[in-house]
């Protein structure tokens, strides 16, 4: 009876582990990405889950102030190791518990630095195909990540520092962005039946669009806060071709020379948009939980770039740059019919598009 208790007791653990990894610590840390997450499929959500608080680990100790520079520099190769070689010993794992010793022990992001030993031995569980995944996708964010600290070293929170070029930034969202959405084309490749394999390198570099288009969302929504902590994602090429520094971007005022600039960058991440809703129609039409969890970041882009363009306090730090909860809501109702024919998705992306393209087509808004 003791072997079979055993066995029984180390099965409870695990799930319960399992659980409080990939629900209750997820839905803490990923914010409104949970949602994409949770609705997909059981066996895709597992792996793509645990490689989301790999990443978001990483992230959070690359962006907080907490710790020295060098430090984090350190830690990250540390931690990066274990991807090259996956199959080190649990004691040669990052040492993450003085990262967690940072935070406030009620913080989430407390608990997830001092989870991530816990995350390693879920790992250990998951198929050889999966591993290999999140290992690629890993290393690949993490370089990504290396390139913050590098252009951004936060010597001097009083200097802001940019991005040197268009190519640096493209790079960048590639490595941060663009790269999971070639990752989850792959895993759904491995889990979903029927899925075509002929389409593998047309859906990835579709995915990568995808994935690119929604970080430069981010990065311009988040302008304002990003300059505030010294850092410029537009590069400094542009600025200057307007008459502007980084550092301007500090006050408000420079809002104005910005708006050619700022509108260039938009169409640009629009182009990288369209190629998101073809990845989308791309998909095989039963893959009907992936097709949702792609519709949603997709359509709030959309709406969020327009929100962007429209806001005259983009550069203020504690702007709310969002879009509102009645236009979230409609989008949750108006995906569900998008389901049902790819004809009533492809409306409401032209409907979006054409509400944004108009508002960029008018007169510098103020």
């Known amino acids: 009876m003791l072997p079979v208790f055993t066995r029984l007791r180390g099965r409870y653990l695990r799930q ?28 895709v959500r597992k792996p793509i889950s645990l490689a989301y608080l790999f990443c978001r680990a990483a992230d959070t100790l690359v962006d907080t102030p907490l710790i020295p520079h060098q430090q ?32 406030d022990a009620h913080n989430a992001e407390y608990q997830l630095a ?35 600290l590098a ?14 070029t268009m190519a640096t930034l493209d790079l960048y969202t590639y490595y941060v962005a663009g ?30 669009h995808l994935g690119k288009g929604l970080q430069m969302t981010n990065i311009l929504k988040d302008l304002g806060k990003d300059v505030a902590l010294g850092r410029c994602y537009i590069p400094r090429e542009h600025l200057r071709q307007v008459g502007l520094v980084s550092a301007d971007l500090r006050h408000p005022a420079s809002l104005v020379p910005l708006r050619p600039l700022l509108l260039q960058l938009l169409w640009h991440t629009l182009d990288h948009l369209d190629h998101g809703c073809q990845y989308i129609l791309a998909l095989p039409y039963h893959t009907l939980r992936l097709r949702l ?40 109702w108006m ?16 409907t979006l598009r054409r509400s944004l393209t108009k508002a960029l087509s008018s007169q510098f808004p103020g």
């Not at 252009?151 to 040197?164: M, N, S």
């Not at 490749?189 to 389409?199: F, I, L, M, N, T």
């Not at 995906?335 to 032209?350: E, K, T």
């Open 335 to 350: 995906s569900l019919l998008c389901l049902i024919a790819p004809g009533i998705f492809v409306h409401y992306y032209r």
């Open 114 to 148: 001092a989870d991530v030993p816990q995350c390693f031995a879920l790992l250990d569980t998951l198929p050889a195909h999966d591993r290999r995944h999140i290992c690629q996708l890993v290393l690949a964010l993490t370089h990504g990540m290396e390139m913050d």
């Open 151 to 164: 252009y951004f070293p936060a010597a001097d929170p009083a200097i802001v520092h940019a991005l040197p």
């Open 293 to 332: 969890s792609c519709m949603w970041p997709l359509f709030f882009a959309l709406q969020t770039l327009e929100v962007v363009w429209n806001a005259d306090a983009l550069l203020v730090p504690t702007a709310r740059i969002r879009i509102t909860r009645r236009s979230v809501y409609r989008t949750l």
């Open 72 to 103: 984090r520099w350190e830690t990250l190769q540390t931690f990066r190791q274990h991807f090259l070689s996956p199959g080190r010993p649990a004691d040669a794992r990052p040492p993450w518990r003085p990262v967690a010793s940072v935070y």
């Open 16 to 43: 319960h582990t399992e659980a409080r990894l990939l629900r209750h610590l997820l839905k803490q840390v990923s914010r409104s990405f949970y949602l994409s997450l949770r609705i997909l499929g059981s066996t």
């Open 179 to 208: 790269v999971v959405g070639a990752f989850w084309t792959k895993i759904h490749a491995d889990h979903v039946s029927g899925w075509p394999s002929e389409a593998d390198k047309h859906l990835c570099a579709l995915g990568i």
